[in-house]
C-alpha cells in the first residue's frame, strides 16, 4: 500500500465515470489508521493527512460483484431484500430507497428478534397492520376516547418498529446493511439465520463478516446515498424484469 507521503488524492484514477462519481460523493475516505480494522487493509489505497484512502478501483469491483448476485438472486423469481441503516444522518436515505424499489427496512432501532424471532415479529407486524386499517375504515369509533387513545398510543409505537417490514410476510433472501458496525444486532442475527449480508463498510468494520462488503464511506449522507440508490436501482430493475416476463 502506498505511503502518506504519497499525493493520493492526485493518483487516484477518476476518469471512470463510475470511479469519478463515488470520488465526488467522497467515498474514497476512510476513517483514521487508528480505528483501521485489519480485515479492510486489502481495500485501502493509502493515506493522507492520517486519514486512510479507499481504493475506488476495488470498491467499484465490489459493486459490481453485489449487482451480479442480486441479478443472480432474482433470477429464480422476485426476492426481498431487506435494507437496514438507522443512523440519524442517513435514515430517510435508506428508507427512501428501499420504498422506491419496494423492498423492506429498518430505519429506527433494531427490535432484538427481527430475524432470529421472525414469527413472533410476524405477529405484531400483522396486529399493527389491522389496528391501522380497523383505524382508517372507522371501527376504533366503538370504544371510548380513553380507550382510542391508548389504541393510538400502541398504533405509534407498532409503526415505529415495525412499519418498514410489513410486506415481509417470510425471511429476507439478503440483507442491505448500511455500517455494520454500528448494525452489529442486525449483523448477527443474519449471519445466525444463514442470511446474506450486503454492507457499505466503512475501514473500522470487519468485513470478514460480510459475504459482500462494500468498502466506502458509511457516514457521509452524499456517499451513502450513491451506494443506496445503486442497490435500489439494481433490486428495482430485477423485479420490474420479473414482472415483465410474466406478461
Known sequence: MKTENTNIIGKLDIADAQIRKMFEAGAHYAYSRAKRHPSTAEFLFGAKNGIDIFDLEKTTASLEEVKKFIQELFATGPKQILFVGSKSEIKDIVKTAAEIADMPFVTNRWV???????????????????LTEDKEAGNLLKYTKKERGK?????????RRFSGIVSMKTLPAAMFVVDPRYEMVAVAEARQKNIPIIAIANSDCNVKEIQFPILANDTSPRSVKFFVEEIATACKTKTTKIQEDKL
Do not use: A, S, Y
Not at 428478534?113 to 389491522?130: D, M, S, V, W, Y
Not at 389504541?151 to 409503526?159: C, N, T, Y
Open 112 to 130: 432484538g428478534g427481527t430475524l432470529t424471532n421472525f414469527e413472533n415479529i410476524k405477529k405484531r407486524t400483522e396486529k399493527f397492520q389491522k
Open 151 to 159: 389504541l393510538d398510543e400502541e398504533i405509534e409505537k407498532l409503526r
